[in-house]
């Protein structure tokens, strides 16, 4: 069978897209959802940042489970899974009667996820090789720009159709994304017995760059640290440095938007450069460049420097993702490429777990600049770590 992987990357990139804003476009309104569901307002933050965070905690934790299945039965069968769950849990928020409810249906949402990393393995088994980097580049664009627009798109939806009505048109959308992915997405993929698949052990003495891996999956936590650390603080620092909280909320938007921009623009681009003179390269470039965006946010005086800084940081953020996926696609092997990448998404969600909290923390006990700085000082062991790693590619220049 003749797979044309160029429209299975069109489909990915859509279900990538609407799976990524599915996560982020409760955030403007989930406050005072949790509210009118009869939370006691002194519970409400509480609850709020639980619901939150339970969601990538549990996809966290089945992340694994979901490749070893993958590896198995396909992931084209694991992308309509994870679609078909989402529908479900996503829709059923529209009726949930209390907040207990809620955070069961967000827990169920994350155990159901993954529709992400496994189109990240689909595209990199089919994805010519000297095009690995462009087309995991640019699917990754899907699930940022998902992210980045998501919460836009709640905002709006919430104020023309009421909370409620919100999760039942996610859940509609996550439907047309189940029945595009079926009927359009294909695979040519012989299902194993699970007696036949290989153990990890043995997968991992066919990994000729295991130190590497590794060094890849911290860079995907620190990465999703550094985006995410900031998010619980980024409203407050603003109108600390603007002095008015008049238009806080508009200004965070912005600048919580033009990282994605940046990245959403350039990770493409990127991806091809990597193609060509080695990824590695570029994501030692992408972790530098994410160390001299950070430092600087820590010192800036106006909320317009902080967006200066951040459309910056959206390069980095460009550079690295497609990097990552890349390197992982060519250092996995073709029977383990799906446990892999959910070993990887499993490093992106606890990231998305532990930025938030280390944010908080850290602007409660040594204020807002001291954020930044802790997160340069992860991305500069980052740095020191893939260098490490990457010194015996970087002195013979050679690629994987």
Same mark, same amino acid.
């Given at each position: 069978m003749k797979i044309n992987w160029r429209r299975n990357l069109l489909i990915s990139w859509i279900g990538c897209f609407f799976t990524g804003a599915s996560f982020s476009l409760v955030m403007p309104f989930l406050p005072v959802y949790i509210e009118q569901l009869g939370t006691p307002k002194s519970q409400v933050e509480l609850f709020s940042g639980l619901a939150i965070s339970v969601t990538a905690f549990a996809a966290a934790i089945v992340s694994p489970l979901w490749g070893n299945l993958a590896d198995r039965k396909g992931r084209r069968l694991m992308m309509i899974r994870a679609a078909a769950g989402m529908t479900i849990t996503m829709g059923s928020l529209a009726f949930v009667p209390n907040v207990y409810w809620l955070l069961? /249906?967000? !827990? /169920? @949402?994350? *155990? &159901?996820s993954g529709y992400m990393p496994n189109a990240t393995a689909l595209i990199a088994s089919q994805a010519p090789k000297q095009k690995s980097g462009w087309a995991l580049g640019t699917l990754a664009t899907g699930g940022v720009a998902g992210n980045l627009i998501g919460p836009l798109i709640g905002g709006l939806l919430a104020q023309w159709f009421g909370l409620r009505n919100v999760f039942i048109i996610t859940g509609i959308i996550l439907l047309i994304c189940t029945f595009l992915t079926f009927f359009m997405v294909k695979e040519d993929f012989e299902p194993i017995e699970k007696q036949d698949v290989i153990s990890m052990a043995e997968l991992r003495k066919r990994i000729n760059y295991m130190p590497i891996l590794v060094g890849l999956f911290i860079s995907s936590l620190i990465l999703q640290v550094g985006v995410t650390s900031i998010s619980p603080i980024l409203t407050l620092y603003i109108r600390d440095l603007s002095g008015s909280s008049s238009n806080a909320l508009v200004i965070s938007g912005f600048i919580v938007s033009i990282a994605g921009v940046s990245a959403i623009a350039s990770s493409p681009t990127l991806g091809k450069i990597g193609d060509r003179i080695g990824n590695h390269k570029v994501l030692l470039a992408g972790l530098v460049l994410s160390l001299f965006c950070f430092i600087p946010m820590a010192f800036v005086k106006t909320p317009f420097q902080l967006g200066l800084l951040r459309f910056f940081l959206g390069f980095s953020t460009g550079a690295l993702m497609p990097s990552i996926n890349t390197l992982i696609s060519k250092i996995s092997p073709p029977e383990g490429v799906s446990r892999i990448f959910s070993y990887n998404q499993m490093f992106n969600n606890f990231g998305q777990v532990i930025g938030p909290m280390l944010g908080s923390t850290v602007a409660h006990t040594m204020g807002y600049?001291? *954020? !930044? &700085? *802790? @997160?340069?000082?992860? *991305?500069f062991g980052n740095i020191i770590l893939s260098t490490f790693n990457f010194r015996k590619l970087l002195l013979t220049k050679t690629k994987i």
């Open positions: 069961i /249906m967000r !827990f /169920m @949402t994350g *155990v &159901l600049p001291a *954020v !930044f &700085l *802790v @997160t340069s000082a992860c *991305v």
